[in-house]
Nanobody, 123 residues
Framework: QVQLVESGGGLVQAGGSLRLACAASGRTFNNYVMGWFRQAPGKEREFVAAISRGGGTTLYADSVKGRLSISRDNAKNTVYLQMNSLKPEDTAVYYC????????????????WGQGTQVTVSS
């Protein structure tokens, strides 16, 4: 079991930056693949980025490549999402998620979820 708590969301102008953090409880954080997902109003939850247990492998949705960056600090039990060059279409609730095993991108592949943090990008 792992509990996840996101932070760092807020309101930002287009072109701006935000850094999301997700703090995990427990002593086995480095056993988990970590992912970020987002859900905009009226839309399904979608994959944003994922990172392997040691941080050596990362995957990104095409829509965020080159602008968003996922990283993790296993000593701090925390995964981050650095968000640069934000666009209004990035507006959504952002969720972090955890799974055992390999890096995957489907929502259904992740067993543990945080409560989400709102990101709003104004034009």
């Amino acid at each position: 079991q792992v509990q996840l708590v996101e932070s760092g969301g807020g309101l930002v102008q287009a072109g701006g930056s935000l850094r999301l953090a997700c703090a995990a409880s427990g002593r086995t954080f480095n056993n988990y693949v970590m992912g970020w997902f987002r859900q905009a109003p009226g839309k399904e939850r979608e994959f944003v980025a994922a990172i392997s247990r040691g941080g050596g492998t990362t995957l990104y949705a095409d829509s965020v490549k080159g602008r968003l960056s996922i990283s993790r600090d296993n000593a701090k039990n925390t995964v981050y999402l650095q968000m640069n060059s934000l666009k209004p279409e990035d507006t959504a609730v952002y969720y972090c998620a955890a799974r055992l095993g390999v890096v995957l991108v489907r929502t259904d592949d992740y067993a543990y979820w945080g409560q989400g943090t709102q990101v709003t990008v104004s034009s």
